[in-house]
């Protein structure tokens, strides 16, 4: 619907007879699947997303191999895998220390070396301006010129 001016589709469940939804956006926005199932979601993923989300594991070796099953399903429907942009979310409080922010700034980095190019933060209920004020300086500068 977003690429052409009255779209029809006939499949199995669903059809759609000259739908319209103008104005067409141009570019059209960027498709964004957050999955973590091995058998479905990923290779969806590699097949027609432009982007994946999944929160990061505990075990690397966990995100590592959901990661090449979508490279995997990129690969054979044709696509090239680097052109997927991956994010990860993480959910853990602020920094409060020089030493915590070293520890995220470290593990985003790391992140990024495996491929994560997109961070999702979710830093709970916020009440200190002081916290983001030390993210923003210590992991958020650095990663941008880095």
Excluded: Y
Excluded at 33 to 62: C, H, K, T, Y
Excluded at 85 to 92: G, K, L, P
Excluded at 98 to 116: K, N, Y
């Amino acid at each position: 619907m977003w690429t052409e001016k009255s779209p029809s589709f006939e499949g199995k469940h669903f059809q759609i007879r000259e739908a319209m939804a103008p104005p067409l956006p141009d570019p059209p926005p960027p498709i964004c699947i957050g999955s973590q199932g091995e058998q479905i979601g990923l290779p969806l993923v590699g097949r027609q997303a432009d982007m994946w989300n999944a929160f990061f594991p505990a075990n690397e070796e966990d995100w590592i191999r959901k990661r090449d099953i979508v490279w995997r399903s990129a690969e054979e429907a044709g696509r090239d895998p680097a052109s997927i942009e991956i994010s990860a979310t993480r959910e853990a409080p602020l920094p409060t220390s020089d030493e915590e922010s070293a520890e995220w700034l470290e593990t985003l980095q790391h992140w990024a070396e495996i491929g994560i190019s997109h961070f999702v933060l979710d830093f709970g209920h916020v009440t200190s301006t002081e916290l983001i004020e030390r993210f923003a300086e210590q992991v958020i500068k650095p990663m941008k010129s880095g």
